[in-house]
């Protein structure tokens, strides 16, 4: 018989998590700021990050609270095109954060199951299309054509264009620093995606 595979241990978080009573005064005021737009909560997922570095985390705060609350992007879209980065990224707690808001926003339990399991949704509807394609074309060649830019123009306009561009942007700094720095999922949770190397590969998304 083949050896058994030892269970693959949990890598450690990078960034020790934060107690609220040793923050500094700018640590205390960034985080009075997100509880401003985003409600009371513990010092977790990117935000337990971003207060390490208040300076530049309160400008990514402020910016990723724009992102979601304040841009000229629908809802759904927005919240749609944050679980395709999700997914891209197999960014767990981006996924766990969003994933309920965007079905309440309007995005189909099916599409939400299918990009889950790295399959291209096969319900989208127009306005998710063009959304998903832009990201995945502009994951896969880092442009977009004339043509699937023209597709999501029709729909957000210029400055929606430039908001959905920071929005791609902002989400994947999110992403980014959560898989960095090994930032765990609230306790219960239960992964979205395999991680990378933890049995097969996950299949891409587009």
């Known amino acids: 018989m083949p050896p058994r595979k030892s269970p693959r241990r949990k890598s450690p978080p990078r960034l020790r998590e934060l107690v609220e009573s040793e923050l500094s005064e ?13 409600g009371a909560g513990t010092i977790g997922g990117p935000f337990g990050v971003f207060l390490h570095a208040p300076e530049f985390g309160d400008l ?6 724009h992102c979601r609350y304040r841009t000229a992007v629908p809802p759904h879209l927005s919240e749609f095109a944050i679980l395709v980065i999700a997914r891209l990224w197999r960014a767990q707690y981006e996924w766990h ?31 998710e299309r063009a959304v998903f394609d832009f990201i ?12 699937t830019y023209g597709r999501l123009h029709a729909l957000l306009g210029d400055a929606g264009m430039v908001e959905f561009a920071g929005i791609l942007g902002y989400y994947t ?13 609230p306790e219960g949770a239960v992964p979205a995606f395999a991680e990378p190397g933890a049995g097969r590969t996950a299949q891409s998304q587009t």
């Open 26 to 38: 700018r640590q205390r005021t960034m985080l009075n700021d997100i509880r401003a737009t985003r």
């Open 60 to 65: 990514a705060q402020r910016l990723g609270a």
């Open 97 to 127: 954060a969003h994933a309920a808001i965007a079905e309440k926003a309007g995005i189909r339990p099916d599409t939400i199951r299918d990009l889950k399991a790295g399959r291209t949704p096969k319900r989208l509807r127009k306005d």
């Open 136 to 147: 995945g074309e502009l994951h896969r060649t880092r442009r977009v054509s004339d043509r």
């Open 173 to 185: 700094l999110v992403a980014m620093a959560l898989n960095v720095f090994r930032v765990p999922l």
